[in-house]
């Protein structure tokens, strides 16, 4: 790793989501947990602590040294002790037993049909937010995608990835690769989800977002929203992908607001909201404040995780494939 | 119209890029990671030789009103600082040093440092006390954060509203947006606020946050978080680069180049053995016995290829270029200088 490279600068720290929060502080920080604790391992294992991170990126984003930070606090945490594991990463890892996903299904419309794509909703749009699969789905159907969702299809396991799960997640994935082997196409509509199947399962899955910036989808969506630019959509998969979420949304006749933080982390990303929830939603709650303050009637985003924990505050929020869905 | 790649997201990429848009000019800025303009104090501490009117007026802004001219302030340990142009709440007018100073500081945070500012202080004839505010903050914590509350805000001007002395000298901690506040606590307290000048914190990021926006406003379009990692040369021509972000790479097609990557401190500039070194691997770069001053050389204003011959299309500014005359904190007002340079002589190509 390239920790060594660290001049101490503290960009890293100044950029994270979790240190600028009143309920972060306990927190070590970018600089503590993915220079200082792997540089002295004599230390011990810093503990549950390490899981306090949202793994949004903005440290590796702002380092001028090229430190790969995620993936050192990534490190750190595959070599946890069980015990150290908090309650709420134990509940996803129970419900991997007995599901295969980090939350228990609630998705009823499976499409097994032989189509050669796949739509791969994860977790959270087959739990708890089965709304949204549902537009995305009828969105492929509009955009003329015909596509599977398939009950077979698990958990990708990014999120036992962040929880320090690795063993589970090799497990996930082996069990994935075997259904993916029947298609040509993946779509997903987490960026989390994205990710792993492109840089862990080396296939070329392709986000919504991806999908729709090569399409012309219209929108009946009236008043004023602004965006929540996702953390792995823009400092993991592509910061392009993520300048055309808004060029996708306006040429599709939203009426979008850009407002400075949309590019900032929600709260919601590496295992905090299982893990240390009140932390999580008094970002998120404090991120909700900013945009109420600037007068939209919502806000559009393109991950699960943000749906479901900006939501959560009570803030109307979409995913772009709602946002674009055709009338029901 | 033609179609200019800018590389390098600090002081000296983004005024090349606003002065480029300016002119009509269709500009993309490239950039990764913090530049240094963002570990800077934020202040331009020498006179800027030949821009002076054009930085005025890229550096306007409604949040936060510069000073100009002959000012003094105060570092965090409290040694003097001089300076020609910073935001107004950092310096004095030269020769019009407060004669009294109340320095604040935060429990726990190494924001300021009270006991060596107040004998530095003393030290250069100024009565010192300190106050330090009944505020726990841990230290990797930005007091930015901390002070996101009305609250805090509340709480700190009726404490400086108990000292005596005509000035406070406060942690630098007011983002860009919220620089107004000074103004109202200096009200509140009836003392004048001073911001301790420091590097690695909020001023240098309000001064980034500022010159980007304004290139933003005059239509550059900034791809931030990417980074160009090779050019393609046709040659004594750039005729495009890769840029990669994130998990994508993307070729991109430019009429003209200005590289404006930076000192080896932001790995604009590669260090090999005790050399200097060019990263593209394609130009000149001139030593110095001065590791401060080495960087790209160049013939004319244009880049030279490493084979000698004269680039048509492509120029550098700021810290990656050869400069003998750049000293400790010369680098913005020499940043600014050379972008303008950098721009004039693409402008003669
Ligand atoms: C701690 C500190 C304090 C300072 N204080 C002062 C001060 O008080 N006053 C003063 O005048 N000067 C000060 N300086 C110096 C001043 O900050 C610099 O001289 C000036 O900011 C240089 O500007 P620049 O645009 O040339 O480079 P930078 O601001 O460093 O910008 C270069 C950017 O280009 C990026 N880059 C490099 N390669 C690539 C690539 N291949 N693709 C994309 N992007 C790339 C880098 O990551 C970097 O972000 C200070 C410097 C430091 C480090
Ligand atoms: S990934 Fe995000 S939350 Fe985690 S340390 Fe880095 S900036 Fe903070
Ligand atoms: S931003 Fe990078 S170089 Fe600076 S303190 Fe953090 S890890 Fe170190």
């Known amino acids: 790793m390239n920790e060594d490279r660290c001049i101490k600068c503290g960009s890293c720290t100044r950029a994270c989501p979790v240190l600028n929060d009143p309920l972060g502080p306990g927190f070590p920080g970018p600089r503590g947990a993915g220079v200082d604790a792997p540089r002295f391992p004599e230390r011990d294992s810093i503990g549950q602590i390490a899981l306090m991170c949202t793994m949004c990126h903005a440290c590796e984003w702002a380092c001028p040294s090229g430190i790969s930070l995620t993936l050192s606090m990534l490190r750190l945490r595959s070599g946890l002790n069980e015990a150290d594991r908090l309650p709420g990463h134990r509940r996803m890892m129970d419900n991997i037993a007995s599901c295969g996903r980090t939350v228990s299904t609630e998705f009823k419309g499976w499409r097994e049909e032989g189509n050669r794509t796949l739509y791969f909703p994860g977790c959270i749009g087959l739990g708890r937010l089965t709304h949204l699969t549902e537009a995305a789905s009828s969105l492929l159907t509009a955009l003329g995608v015909s596509h599977d969702i398939s009950s077979a299809a698990v958990c990708c396991g990014s999120p036992l990835l962040k929880i320090g799960a690795t063993g589970v997640a090799e497990d996930l994935r082996r069990r994935n690769m075997e259904v993916f082997s029947r298609y040509d196409r993946v779509i997903t509509s987490c960026p989390g989800c994205t990710n792993q199947l492109r840089e862990v399962y080396g296939i070329r899955a392709e986000h919504m977002v991806e999908v729709l910036k090569g399409s012309d989808p219209r929108s009946k969506l009236d008043g004023r929203w602004a965006l929540q630019v996702p953390c792995h959509l823009k400092r993991g998969l592509s910061p392009w992908a993520a300048d055309d979420m808004a060029s996708v949304l306006v040429a599709a006749g939203v009426d979008v607001v850009r407002v400075p933080g949309e590019d900032c982390c929600c709260g919601g990303g590496g295992g905090m909201l299982a893990g240390f929830p009140e932390t999580s939603s008094s970002i998120a709650r404090n991120k909700v404040q900013m945009y109420r303050s600037t007068g939209v009637d919502g806000i559009i985003t393109a991950c699960p995780f943000c749906s479901l924990n900006l939501g959560r505050q009570g803030i109307r929020v979409l995913d772009i494939g709602e946002a674009l869905a055709p009338k029901r | ?349």
Not at chain 2, 167 to 186: I, Q, T
Not at chain 2, 190 to 206: C, D, F, I, N, Y
């Open chain 2, 1 to 349: 119209m033609s179609r200019v790649l800018v590389i390098g997201n600090g002081a000296a990429g983004l005024f090349s890029s606003w002065l480029l848009a300016r002119k009509g000019q269709e500009v993309v800025l490239v950039g990764r990671g913090t530049p240094s303009t963002s570990m800077s104090t934020g202040c331009i501490r020498t006179r800027p030789e030949g821009c002076e009117r054009e930085m005025a007026e890229f550096l306007v802004n409604e949040h936060m009103p510069w000073a100009v001219g002959a000012r003094a302030g105060l570092s965090k340990i409290g040694t003097p600082f001089r300076c020609w142009m910073a935001p107004s709440h950092s310096t004095w007018k030269y020769g019009e040093a407060p004669g009294s100073v109340t320095v604040v500081s935060i429990e726990g945070h190494p924001a300021i440092h009270v006991r060596i500012a107040s004998s530095l202080l003393i030290a250069q004839g100024i009565r010192a006390e300190h106050l330090s505010l009944p505020i726990a903050v841990p230290p990797e914590v930005p007091l930015t954060a901390a002070f996101r509350s009305e609250g805090s805000w509340e709480l700190l001007a009726k404490a400086l509203r108990t000292t005596s002395s005509d000035a406070v000298l406060l942690p630098a901690m007011v983002p860009l947006r919220e620089y107004g506040r000074l103004d109202a606590l200096e009200r509140q307290c009836g003392r004048k606020v001073l911001e301790a000048v420091t590097p690695l914190g909020p001023p240098g990021l309000r001064l980034t946050e500022l010159m980007h926006a304004r290139a933003a406003g005059a239509g550059v379009t900034i791809w931030d978080g990417r980074r160009v990692t090779a050019l393609d040369i046709k040659g004594d021509t750039v005729r495009g680069a890769t840029v990669s972000g994130g998990s994508e790479v993307k070729e991109v097609a430019t009429d003209a180049a200005v590289i404006a990557t930076g000192g080896p401190l932001v790995d604009g500039l590669n260090i090999k053995g005790r050399e200097l070194d060019d990263p593209f691997g394609v130009f000149q770069v001139a030593r110095s016995t001065d590791a401060l001053r080495g960087g790209y050389a160049s013939r004319e204003g244009m880049m030279v290829r490493v084979d000698g011959r004269r680039m048509a299309n492509a120029v550098a500014a700021g810290d990656c270029v050869y400069s003998e005359r750049r000293d400790h904190g010369s680098g913005l007002a020499g940043a600014l200088d050379s972008a303008r340079m950098a721009v004039m002589a693409l402008e003669g190509a």
